[in-house]
């Protein structure tokens, strides 16, 4: 199998630090998403969607989205952990991600995509051109500060993101994290000190400073 890839994307990116984690050797491919190559029709014959990630299995299929494909993975690598042991565990780890992606990764999204010079005519991912909207720029700032606070609060009572343990949600709220300087312009950080520490440690995993 192989791993359609971009390194400066942060979906991408949490299915890098998975498979680190996870101790497998993953072939990837690049995707230069700055010169369009997944508008190109090879490419979109694996994910019409034109995004990444994509994982290729041996016998062709490929996967999109990156909880879909960290599950396929942990399937056929149970070990370690990183889903959730147990209904209990796996359901904080999916509520999490869902807390994480909705309340963190899209309003991320709408500040950078609806402010940059970049995204004009992209301000959505995707085949399909949309124009900015300025005003989302603004509310996606607004929006992402009130959920690092959330995430602050999260981390003074919890030592990891769902609970007592890494996991999967730990690398979702790491790569968000790291996502923010570029799509806000300031570092969650910065006041918030158990989001400080938390950040800190995770940073300082032999995986996560193997894969970047």
């Known amino acids: 199998m192989k791993l359609y890839d971009y390194r400066s994307a942060p979906s991408p990116r949490k299915v890098r630090l998975f498979i680190a984690e996870k101790g497998l050797d993953v072939p990837t491919v690049d995707v230069d998403l700055r010169a369009r190559a997944q508008q190109e029709p090879a490419f979109l014959a694996k994910n019409a969607s034109a995004t990444v990630p994509v994982l290729e299995l041996d016998d062709g299929t490929c996967l999109t989205e990156s909880l879909a494909i960290c599950?396929?993975?942990?399937?056929?690598r149970?070990?370690?952990?990183?889903?959730?042991?147990g209904a209990r565990e796996q359901a904080y780890v999916l509520m999490w991600n869902d807390i994480l992606?909705?309340?963190g990764y899209l309003p991320l999204q709408e500040s950078l995509r609806n402010g940059h010079e970049a995204f004009k005519g992209r301000a959505l991912p995707?085949?399909?051109a949309w124009e900015q909207i300025p005003a989302l720029a603004e509310r996606g700032q607004r929006r992402a500060a009130i959920f690092f606070d959330k995430l602050e609060t999260r981390l003074g009572e919890s030592e990891f993101v769902a609970g007592q343990r890494f996991t999967y949600a730990d690398i979702v709220a790491f790569v968000y994290l790291g996502f923010a300087p570029r799509a806000t312009g300031t570092n969650p950080v910065d006041g918030r000190p158990a989001l400080k520490q938390w950040s800190e440690a995770v940073a300082a995993r032999p995986a996560i400073q193997r894969a970047g």
Not at 71 to 76: A, G, K, P
Not at 78 to 85: A, D, S
């Open 126 to 128: 995707g085949p399909v």
């Open 78 to 85: 149970p070990e370690p952990n990183l889903m959730g042991l």
């Open 101 to 103: 992606t909705l309340e």
């Open 71 to 76: 599950h396929y993975l942990e399937q056929q």
